[in-house]
């Protein structure tokens, strides 16, 4: 049996503007994730307060030594670049490497599609988001720290709000996009406009 297990989710897939976010979390093997952060689900279903109070929590425990996490990021001109797969592949394979950087020591659970680099025993679940609560875990901290990120990025960008909308498709966004062009943070592969000349 390998002494660690890593769960991994990604947020911001969709967004039209700022980082796509990926959360790895490292586990001792048999650690009870569901009892030790209780209410933990997809951070998709879980309101704002109740995922930083699960980030909180995770702090506390990081202190603590026995569970650890990191986040990686890849940003808005990685993506344009070399698109979204490769964009959170890389933060994947980062974020990994980092807890684990001996394969041998670690089993690693992946969200949908996502894949760790393939020297690691891993598995990928379907909708592990909602049904594995180490990869639960790790939807919270990617989620969380990619919303802190777009609110601290509404104060450069105020006419945007993303504050509101954390660079999501929204009307309001949309508005903003036809009013004052693309910002610097912006995926332009996603906004298919171009932004007025300066």
């Not at 586990?27 to 309101?47: H, N």
């Not at 989620?143 to 509101?164: A, G, H």
Request: hydrophobic share 40%.
């Amino acid at each position: 049996m390998r002494p660690f297990v890593i769960g991994v989710d990604e947020a911001g897939r969709a967004p039209l503007a700022g980082p796509v976010s990926v959360g790895v979390v490292r586990v001792p093997e048999g650690f009870d994730v569901a009892r030790e952060f209780p209410g933990v689900k997809d951070s998709k279903k879980l309101s704002p307060d109740k995922r930083e109070e699960i980030y909180r929590l995770l702090l506390k425990r990081q202190e603590s030594g026995d569970v650890q996490f990191c986040v990686r990021f890849s940003d808005h001109l990685y993506i344009d670049s070399f698109g979204i797969t490769r964009a959170v592949r890389r933060a994947v394979w980062s974020g990994v490497k980092f807890l684990a950087p001996d394969p041998a020591l670690a089993r690693v659970q992946l969200d949908g599609l996502l894949q760790a680099p393939c020297a690691y025993a891993q598995e990928t679940i379907v909708h592990g988001d909602d049904l594995v609560p180490l990869i639960s875990l790790a939807s919270v901290v990617a989620k969380v720290r990619r919303d802190r990120l777009m609110r601290r990025l509404s104060r450069t960008y105020p006419e945007y709000y993303f504050e509101l909308h954390k660079g999501y498709g929204t009307q309001t966004h949309w508005d903003a996009i036809n009013m004052h062009g693309l910002c610097d943070i912006h995926r332009r592969t996603y906004c298919n406009v171009d932004a007025p000349p300066q």
